[in-house]
């Protein structure tokens, strides 16, 4: 686990309301530390009674709103979805439901005017049951998802606000180490992006 991705947790009272109140001599809380683990990782520490003694995933009300704000949903950050990806050219039922995760894409980024009455949805002054897109999404995903703020945050990327797309790894380097000792990682150096 990298140096910069271990945090040691010093918040009295998130510690115990996970249920971790094991105290030392001097009635201090004993060293918590939040890690991003792998099953791997998890079955390694759990493992080592010595060093650790309880390993609690973090509750995930902890994690904040997920992506559409306006709707009930019992999705988190590992459980997220199923969602359907907006394409060009492609026409959805537009539901109650549904509403106010197409919500967004139609308004905001296509410039729609969008009413929700009682006698049904109007999209630019038109009773509509339906919407074709404009445009392609995409559902932009962060590389460590417990710590990445991503389209689970804030929904969809419309087309016209990607601006470039990587092609090679140009440099990669091991934060834990010196660069004398292995920083630069040379299996990955000048490697094309597929």
Same mark, same amino acid.
């Given at each position: 686990?990298?140096?910069?991705?271990q945090a040691m947790?010093?918040?009295e009272?998130?510690?115990?309301?996970?249920?971790l109140?094991h105290?030392?001599?001097?009635g201090?809380?004993?060293?918590t530390?939040?890690?991003?683990?792998t099953?791997?990782?998890f @079955?390694?520490l759990?493992a080592?009674k010595k060093?650790v003694s309880?390993?609690v995933? @973090?509750?995930?009300?902890?994690?904040?709103?997920?992506?559409?704000?306006?709707?009930y949903?019992? +999705?988190?950050?590992?459980?997220?979805?199923?969602?359907?990806?907006?394409?060009k050219?492609?026409?959805?039922?537009?539901? @109650?439901?549904?509403?106010?995760?197409y919500?967004?894409?139609?308004r905001?980024?296509?410039?729609?005017t969008? @009413?929700?009455?009682?006698?049904?949805i109007?999209?630019?002054?038109?009773?509509?049951?339906?919407?074709?897109?404009?445009?392609?999404?995409? +559902?932009?995903?962060?590389?460590?998802? &417990?710590?990445?703020a991503d389209?689970?945050?804030?929904g969809?990327?419309?087309?016209? &606000?990607?601006?470039g797309?990587?092609?090679?790894?140009?440099?990669?380097?091991?934060?834990?180490?010196?660069?004398?000792?292995g =920083?630069?990682?040379?299996?990955?150096?000048?490697k +094309?992006? =597929?």
């Amino acid at each position: 686990i990298s140096k910069d991705d271990q945090a040691m947790v010093t918040n009295e009272s998130l510690l115990m309301e996970m249920g971790l109140t094991h105290r030392d001599a001097q009635g201090r809380l004993a060293p918590t530390y939040d890690l991003p683990l792998t099953k791997k990782m998890f @079955e390694t520490l759990s493992a080592n009674k010595k060093l650790v003694s309880r390993i609690v995933m @973090e509750p995930e009300i902890f994690t904040g709103q997920m992506y559409p704000l306006n709707l009930y949903t019992k +999705w988190d950050r590992n459980n997220y979805g199923p969602i359907w990806i907006p394409k060009k050219g492609a026409t959805i039922k537009l539901t @109650e439901d549904n509403l106010p995760i197409y919500e967004r894409p139609i308004r905001a980024y296509e410039g729609n005017t969008l @009413e929700v009455k009682e006698d049904g949805i109007y999209i630019n002054g038109k009773k509509t049951d339906e919407y074709t897109f404009k445009m392609d999404y995409y +559902w932009m995903m962060g590389d460590n998802r &417990h710590n990445s703020a991503d389209a689970r945050s804030w929904g969809f990327v419309p087309e016209d &606000h990607i601006v470039g797309k990587p092609i090679i790894v140009w440099l990669s380097l091991d934060k834990d180490r010196g660069w004398f000792d292995g =920083k630069i990682r040379w299996n990955r150096i000048f490697k +094309w992006v =597929k």
